[in-house]
């Protein structure tokens, strides 16, 4: 059993800076993200980042997001530069070993 715990999520006006952190309770992945559900859409990715280190971003936040793994503290960060609207929603991250974990969301708003 993995447990994630997501902080980081707030308000922030257009143009803005976020950075979201993912704390995992155990080290052992095969891929770690991020991904967003915005109100009456489904569920989709922002980024990950495999064991490898490679990284895979969605077209949309390209240039905008950065993920990170900081392996020594078995967190995942990810960095939301250039916020849009669009960008709002619950920001979920997800943890594959064997099978996918869930972490419980954050809410992001990016509003004026």
């Known amino acids: 059993q993995v447990q994630l715990v997501e902080s980081g999520g707030g308000l922030v006006q257009p143009g803005g800076s976020l950075r979201l952190s993912c704390a995992a309770s155990?080290?052992?992945?095969?891929?770690k993200g991020w991904y967003r559900q915005a109100p009456g859409k489904q569920r989709e990715l922002v980024a990950t980042v495999t064991s490898g280190g490679w990284t895979n971003y969605a077209d949309s936040v390209k240039g905008r997001f950065t993920i990170v793994n900081d392996r020594a503290k078995n967190t995942i960060y990810l960095q939301m530069n250039s916020l849009k609207p669009e960008d709002t929603g619950v920001y979920y991250c997800m943890q594959r070993q064997g099978r996918d974990y869930w972490g419980q969301g954050t809410q992001v708003t990016v509003s004026s």
């Open positions: 155990r080290s052992i992945f095969s891929i």
